[in-house]
């Protein structure tokens, strides 16, 4: 079955510093990973995906995101966290092999303060 | 047009109720979802429209009644709902389902209270 894991309910950073919100994943077949971000009382907006190619996936806003396939994670980074960036931040997986529905990760809430 | 546009924004309705959310998109995606999601937590799969047909029901009681009209509009009918029913509901659609590679462009939600 497939599963992610958000070790961080809550990532703290300064404004400026760089910022890395964790996702590990659990597939049976070649994963297909995503990072969703959410903003207060909206839909999940896009900011990256990997399938296949260069381990490093570079998104929307600045994000990108490393896939380590031996250490089954895709931790999202950002070098330089704006306050805008403040928001819930979901990890999600769909499995080829298994279905192509999503597993969504419970989520990372990421305050950067100012 | 990239998005997936959702109405109402807001609503309230009583226990006796019958209300209907409305979802559209015109990008041409064949596919379109409607999720669940509770304050803080993940979204929550409801039912999935494979080119206009059913084709996950995630054991959704039946006071939610979902329709497909057509192509780019999905309905989701709602009759005699419950408190714990308030959340945020998310309807989203992507290009198929039969490829993981396409993500999922998700609408704004409708904010569901029931008194």
């Known amino acids: 079955a497939q599963s992610v894991a958000q070790p961080e309910d809550q990532v703290n950073v300064a404004e400026g510093n760089p910022l890395t919100v964790k996702c590990t994943y659990s597939?049976?077949?070649?994963?297909?990973l995503f990072w969703y971000v959410q903003y207060p009382n909206r839909g999940l907006q896009f900011l990256l995906k990997?399938?296949?190619?260069?381990?490093l996936v570079k998104g929307s806003y600045g994000f990108e995101a490393e896939f380590n396939k031996s250490q089954t994670s895709f931790h999202l980074k950002k070098p330089s966290a704006l306050v805008s960036d403040s928001a819930l931040y979901f990890c999600?997986?769909?499995?080829?092999?298994?279905?192509?529905?999503?597993?969504f990760g419970p989520g990372t809430r990421l305050s950067v303060l100012p | 047009d990239t998005e997936v546009t959702q109405t109402p924004k807001h609503l309230v309705m009583g226990m006796t109720n019958k209300k209907s959310l409305k979802c559209e998109q015109h990008?041409?995606?064949?596919?379109m979802y409607w999720y669940k999601q509770k304050a803080k937590k993940p979204p929550e799969l409801m039912f999935v429209?494979?080119?206009?047909?059913?084709?996950i029901n995630e054991s959704v009681p039946s006071r939610f009644s979902p329709e497909c009209p057509n192509s780019s509009l999905l309905n989701l009918h709602l009759h005699a709902l419950q408190p714990e029913d308030s959340a945020l509901y998310l309807c989203?659609?992507?290009?198929?389902?039969?490829?993981?590679?396409?993500?999922?462009?998700f609408g704004s939600g409708t904010r569901l209270t029931v008194v």
């Open positions: 989203a659609s992507s290009q198929g389902t039969d490829d993981g590679y396409y993500g999922y462009t």
């Open positions: 597939v049976s077949g070649n994963p297909y």
């Open positions: 990997y399938i296949t190619g260069d381990n």
């Open positions: 999600a997986v769909r499995d080829k092999a298994y279905g192509q529905n999503f597993v």
């Open positions: 990008m041409g995606h064949r596919a």
């Open positions: 429209y494979s080119y206009e047909k059913l084709s």
